[in-house]
């Protein structure tokens, strides 16, 4: 007779313990005892699905432990050492199925997955490897800008945010208020852009435009008179640049009909007032050499020709 009541020849067992076996003949009987242990588990966990996409819950990997024993529980942690040296727990959670799914984590520290799995003979296995490092682009709200006319200062402009990633966009806040998307309005030299971005799960993403496409100036003309009258009544006094943008680099000469030099600047407000060095110069015609550059431009403009002084 066994232990268990049985009192067949044999017998099959599935939980660990101690086991005994009486046999009675016709003398006296014999006992005989035997200790069953229970086989570690095969502990190989398997990677079944990486990176799977559960929205606001975050992104997960399925493992199956591949757990062929007796188990009580497995203990799964996510560890990842900082810069200095510091372990810092990101995940901690115990389970008792077979297939289980684990948070990924947006980090670019060492990252470690470790489980630890506790079996019916109190034997404690261990498994661990590090991370692979994961970045979570789904929320990637971009700021995209674009000019339909110049991409100058005081000319209507768009700013768009779009996102190529699987977590929408909620809401838009511009720093007026504003929550058009997208947003016209005019561009102005030297004026940066930002915008909130907010996802549907609540992440909040500052985007920037730094305004480095806006010139200051565009569409310069110059305008170069071609008579002067300086007789005082305020009108083409002097021979001058008119122009509607600032320039650089300026030169003027202007000779008389002999080729002798009767004025020359740098300055481009300065004018020439028809006179030499305080003596009014005689009505004729004038040549002028003038050189400039309008902002943005990569040459300087040169001009030669001829105005007449009238008195």
């Known amino acids: 007779r066994w232990s268990t009541g049985a009192t067949a020849d044999s017998?099959?067992?599935?939980?660990?313990?101690?086991?005994?076996?009486?046999?009675?003949?016709?003398?006296?009987?014999?006992?005989?005892?035997?200790?069953?242990?229970?086989?570690?588990?095969?502990?190989?966990?398997?990677?079944?699905?990486?990176?799977?996409?559960?929205?606001?819950?975050?992104?997960?990997?399925?493992?199956?432990?591949?757990?062929?024993?007796?188990?009580?529980?497995?203990?799964?942690?996510?560890?990842?050492?900082?810069?200095?040296?510091?372990?810092?727990?990101?995940?901690?959670?115990?389970?008792?199925?077979?297939?289980?799914?684990?948070?990924?984590?947006?980090?670019?520290?060492?990252?470690?997955?470790?489980?630890?799995?506790?079996?019916?003979?109190?034997?404690d296995l261990f498994w661990s490897q590090q991370i692979e490092p994961f970045t979570d682009e789904r929320f990637a709200p971009e700021l995209e800008v674009s000019f339909p006319?110049?991409?100058?200062?005081?000319?209507?402009?768009?700013?768009?945010?779009?996102?190529?990633?699987?977590?929408?966009?909620?809401?838009?806040?511009?720093?007026?208020?504003?929550t058009d998307n997208p947003r016209t309005q005019p561009a102005t030299f030297g004026e940066s852009y930002a915008v909130e971005v907010l996802s549907e799960c609540g992440e909040t993403v500052t985007l920037v435009y730094g305004g480095e496409d806006i010139a200051e100036f565009c569409d310069c003309i110059p305008q170069i008179p071609e008579l002067i009258t300086p007789n005082g009544d305020g009108r083409n006094e002097v021979f001058r640049l008119f122009a509607n943008c600032p320039v650089s680099a300026f030169t003027l000469l202007i000779y008389n009909r002999w080729g002798q030099p009767v004025f020359e600047t740098t300055d481009p407000e300065q004018g020439w007032d028809g006179s030499l060095n305080g003596t009014p110069q005689n009505a004729d015609t004038y040549l002028y050499r003038m050189a400039f550059r309008f902002p943005n431009a990569d040459a300087v403009v040169v001009k030669e020709g001829q105005f007449s002084l009238l008195r």
């Open 11 to 123: 017998i099959s067992i599935s939980t660990p313990g101690t086991y005994c076996l009486t046999i009675t003949n016709e003398c006296t009987p014999t006992v005989d005892c035997r200790v069953v242990l229970a086989e570690d588990p095969a502990f190989v966990p398997l990677l079944l699905e990486q990176a799977a996409d559960q929205g606001c819950a975050g992104v997960f990997s399925t493992y199956d432990l591949n757990l062929t024993g007796v188990v009580r529980e497995a203990a799964v942690t996510i560890t990842a050492v900082g810069p200095d040296g510091i372990t810092s727990l990101l995940y901690e959670e115990t389970f008792t199925q077979s297939v289980i799914s684990i948070p990924q984590f947006p980090e670019d520290r060492v990252t470690t997955l470790s489980i630890s799995v506790s079996t019916a003979n109190c034997t």
């Open 149 to 178: 006319d110049a991409a100058c200062s005081g000319e209507l402009f768009v700013l768009e945010v779009t996102n190529s990633g699987s977590l929408d966009i909620a809401a838009v806040r511009w720093p007026d208020g504003n």
